[in-house]
């Protein structure tokens, strides 16, 4: 099937003119500036730092919208959980009349802001569905799929950037015996408010920051809901000292190495929240940033969850053994009813189902493989932005980063170029 130039035309990201898009042949489509895979906040921080820097970019995104994280796989009471200094973009500041912790209205109004600021216009309904290196041109080809055939392009540039995110497949164990469970089972990506569960027995699955909230949520659309907690798990005030306990951390960090840090912080934690193994939250033999640093795992920085535990309002059970019609069975043999199942279950990457012969990211958890602070760039012009297990602020890292490096090369093709043009001339 023939395409016409303005079919194309039509799928074309931001100014054709300032990008330097050009019709290569009928589905293939060539960016002059790096490609981007995601709109994300990290896809949409490197786009502006990019633009800041003159060179354009094309974001791909599968959605229809940008941050669709968090516009549509969020629940309704969801607010940052570190301060706003902590969570910002790179260029743009939050607005000052934005709270502390902003919630999560607030922070799509300012992604939204941000895209206009910067002028970004992703390319929306557009998945990723291959991305190989020709080693013999020396680009990338980006393969996407639009649910309509007639729209599927290949992309080719000299520079990817992966910012497809930590949390890009929600993650669904397999229990045994799930299928037959008579009631709801939703994972918290599709989770919204507990309006639908009140008076209902909910069992969280996952003790993460999402299954606590989700549970405290619960506790206040009149509930009765229980928590599994399979391991161990960090739970921090989100505030100590007069300040967040996140600042604080980075702040000492800076002076004392993360061991004497953590004593700090499980020290003050045991004077305002105390014993929390009491309750079934076994903390982890390494204190809560040792354990971010090497695992990745995120502390649980409490929002009032923890009141509820303690004053028996969530039950909290070990791991599950299986999963029957109507009720649930602990590893440690106990039985309980439920109407309705939340997993709390977290997240995966996609990009091993996506990015083909890489060596950058590892093929079991789609994560670089590479420590913090090496995530960011790879070999033959691919970079990945929003990976080093480090939030919003890890982000804003790798987009300075990736604009520097990136411009770099940018400003050498171009005057390697005028230089051309201006000989022929
Ligand atoms: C509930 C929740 C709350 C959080 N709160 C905080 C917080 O308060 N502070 C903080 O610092 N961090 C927080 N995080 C961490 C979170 O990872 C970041 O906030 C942020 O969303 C990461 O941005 P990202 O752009 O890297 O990934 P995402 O926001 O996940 O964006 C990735 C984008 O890539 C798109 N995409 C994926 N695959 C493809 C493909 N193959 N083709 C095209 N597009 C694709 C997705 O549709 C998505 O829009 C939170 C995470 C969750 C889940
Ligand atoms: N406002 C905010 O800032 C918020 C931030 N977030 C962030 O979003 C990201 C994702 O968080 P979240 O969704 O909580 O996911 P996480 O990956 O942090 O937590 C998943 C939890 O599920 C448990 N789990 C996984 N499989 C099973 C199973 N088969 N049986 C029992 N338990 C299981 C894990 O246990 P184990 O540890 O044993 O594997 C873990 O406790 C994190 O970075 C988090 O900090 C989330 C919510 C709010
Ligand atoms: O939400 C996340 O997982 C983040 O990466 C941000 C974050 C929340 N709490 C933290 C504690 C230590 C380091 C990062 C975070």
Redesign the pocket.
């Known amino acids: 099937m023939a395409y016409s130039y303005s079919e194309v035309e039509g799928k074309r990201a931001h100014d054709p003119l300032a990008v330097g898009i050009a019709v290569k042949s009928a589905k293939c489509i060539w960016v002059a500036g790096p490609i981007i895979?995601?709109?994300?906040?990290?896809?949409?921080?490197a786009a502006a730092c990019l633009k800041q820097r003159g060179v354009p970019s094309v974001i791909?995104?599968?959605?229809n919208c940008?941050?669709?994280?968090?516009k549509n796989?969020?629940?309704d009471r969801?607010?940052?959980?570190?301060p706003k200094q902590?969570?910002e973009l790179p260029l743009m500041p939050f607005p000052k009349n934005f709270p502390t912790y902003p919630t999560k209205q607030q922070?799509v109004a300012y992604l939204d802001t941000y895209v206009s600021r910067f002028d970004l216009k992703p390319v929306f309904g557009?998945?990723?569905?291959s991305a190989e290196f020709d080693p013999i041109c020396r680009f990338w080809r980006v393969k996407?799929s639009s649910g309509t055939k007639c729209l599927d392009f290949e992309y080719t540039s000299r520079w990817l950037i992966v910012?497809?995110?930590?949390?890009?497949e929600a993650f669904l164990p397999k229990l045994e015996g799930m299928d037959d469970f008579r009631g709801p089972v939703l994972h918290?990506?599709e989770y919204k408010s507990g309006d639908m569960f009140c008076g209902k027995r909910v069992l969280v699955v996952g003790c993460g920051?999402?299954g606590m909230e989700v549970c405290l949520d619960l506790c206040n659309h009149n509930a009765q809901p229980s928590l599994v907690v399979r391991d161990s798990v960090h739970i921090l005030p989100q505030e100590m000292l007069g300040r967040s306990t996140f600042g604080l951390s980075m702040c000492f960090l800076k002076w004392f190495p993360a061991h004497i840090v953590d004593r700090l912080l499980l020290l003050v934690s045991h004077f305002m929240i105390g014993d929390t193994a009491k309750y079934g939250l076994i903390r982890p033999k390494l204190g809560p940033l040792q354990l971010k640093n090497k695992t990745g795992k995120t502390p649980v920085l409490d929002v009032g969850t923890l009141s509820h535990i303690k004053s028996g309002k969530i039950k909290v059970f070990r791991g599950i053994k299986r999963v029957r019609h109507d009720s649930v069975e602990f590893v440690d043999e106990k039985e309980e009813k439920f109407d309705a199942i939340i997993l709390a279950t977290g997240?995966r990457s996609?990009v091993p189902?996506?990015l083909m012969d890489t060596d950058m990211f590892s093929k079991e958890d789609g994560f670089p493989k590479e420590q913090f602070p090496h995530t960011w760039k790879g070999k033959d012009g691919l970079y990945a932005?929003?990976?080093n297990k480090?939030?919003?602020?890890?982000?804003s890292m790798d987009a300075w980063r990736i604009a520097e490096d990136i411009e770099l090369m940018w400003k050498a093709e171009t005057k390697r170029f005028t230089d051309l043009t201006r000989a022929v001339a």
């Open positions: 895979v995601g709109a994300g906040p990290s896809g949409l921080a791909l995104e599968r959605s940008i941050a669709s994280l968090w796989r969020t629940y969801l607010r940052l959980h570190l902590f969570c922070f557009t998945t990723v569905v996407t910012a497809t995110g930590e949390n890009a918290t990506s920051n999402s997240y996609n189902s996506w932005i929003g990976f480090r939030g919003l602020l890890g982000a």
